[in-house]
């Protein structure tokens, strides 16, 4: 989901692309030029400029790691679901969530990276993903507030990747955001059944609308005018919207969902602004954004502690399979002979 992190540095340093080597041989960057400029698809064995595809691959590979770490937070709440019902569609979302991470890593793959060296990039802290999952679920109401506006500002940054110029992200992207409009639908009808219950569930939904709206809408990045790599990104046609242009389309199409919730969004900046045609906001905290990115939000730790330890706990699934395979492989090499 949550490209927020896709758009920042995996590691402390330069925050911007580094230019096209100048030895990049003329004739196959005049090609590749060509292919962005008539909106066409580059493919794993095309030619690309290495900045190009160092930036796919931080880009999907921090994908990737947001999906798997945000299986993390809901899954604290399978065992504790209301319900039968909410138990089986919560453990269908999760389990979808750990699908896309594996089409992500697969597309990063294509690339030239391996899934050992992105895997080793998470756990030893060096590669960042989506800030938002380094917040609580504190109770039920934190997984619907989490399937409608987590999820749903997922789809709005995600629906203009199924158009990216890299061909196996793009492909990627197009199943990921069907099921990622079952996640918000999953979760604001949750909501809406919470809403229609006691005060002291209405009082939740509202508690966790509360803690979350600000975070979600830091999930889009930061700035246009903050946010270097987003021109180069563009152009490459790898990012089709700004920021702020996402950000703002989910401002205006939570507002109304709002409304017929019946919840009110914190933020008494927040209003319809007719010259614009858009709703105006207030000011986003950028610092506590950046001190969650860089390793210091509340759960950071305890979120990489889990997939480290998932990791390890899953080495002899990954030795099992691996002696399968060439056990398979030596008995085909037999019938061959
Ligand atoms: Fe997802
Ligand atoms: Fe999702």
């Not at 993903?129 to 504190?138: A, G, Q, V």
């Not at 629906?159 to 979760?187: D, I």
């Not at 986003?284 to 730790?301: A, L, Q, R």
Request: proline content about 5%; charged content about 25%; glycine content about 8%.
């Amino acid at each position: 989901m949550y490209t927020q992190s896709m758009s920042v540095p995996d590691e402390a340093g330069s925050r911007t692309v580094q230019p096209l080597a100048l030895s990049e041989p003329a004739e196959r960057m005049a090609r590749f030029d060509a292919c962005i400029d008539a909106d066409g698809r580059i493919e794993p064995q095309d030619w690309m400029p290495e900045a190009y595809r160092k930036t796919l691959v931080r880009q999907i590979s921090q994908h990737a790691h947001s999906e798997i770490v945000g299986m993390l937070p809901e899954g604290n709440w399978i065992s504790r679901a209301p319900s039968l019902k909410r138990k089986a569609i919560l453990l269908a979302k999760v389990q979808d969530e750990g699908g896309h991470g594996l089409y992500l890593y697969s597309a990063a793959e294509t690339l030239g990276t391996s899934r050992d060296q992105m895997l080793d990039a998470l756990h030893s802290g060096r590669a960042k993903y989506s800030s938002i999952f380094n917040y609580p679920t504190l109770n039920w109401a934190d997984v619907g507030v989490v399937g409608w506006l987590v999820d749903g500002a997922a789809i709005m940054n995600q629906v203009p990747l199924c158009r990216c110029s890299y061909g196996p992200y793009a492909r990627a992207m197009v199943r990921v955001c069907k099921e990622e409009s079952f996640h918000q639908r999953q979760g604001y009808e949750a909501l809406l059944v919470m809403m229609r219950g006691t005060q002291a569930q209405r009082d939740m939904v509202q508690d966790a609308v509360n803690r979350w709206w600000w975070k979600c809408l830091a999930m889009f990045g930061p700035p246009d005018s903050d946010s270097p790599n987003s021109g180069q990104g563009m152009r490459w046609g790898i990012k089709r919207v700004s920021n702020d242009d996402l950000r703002q389309q989910f401002v205006d199409a939570t507002v109304p969902q709002a409304k017929v919730l019946g919840v009110s969004l914190p933020d008494p900046l927040l209003k319809w602004n007719e010259e614009r045609q858009h709703h105006d906001y207030g000011p986003i905290d950028w610092d506590e954004f950046w001190n969650t990115v860089n390793g210091n939000g509340p759960c950071n730790k305890e979120r990489l502690a889990t997939r480290v330890k998932a990791h390890q706990d899953g080495a002899w699934v990954r030795e099992a399979a691996l002696a399968h395979a060439r056990k398979q492989e030596q008995r085909r090499m037999k019938e061959a002979a």
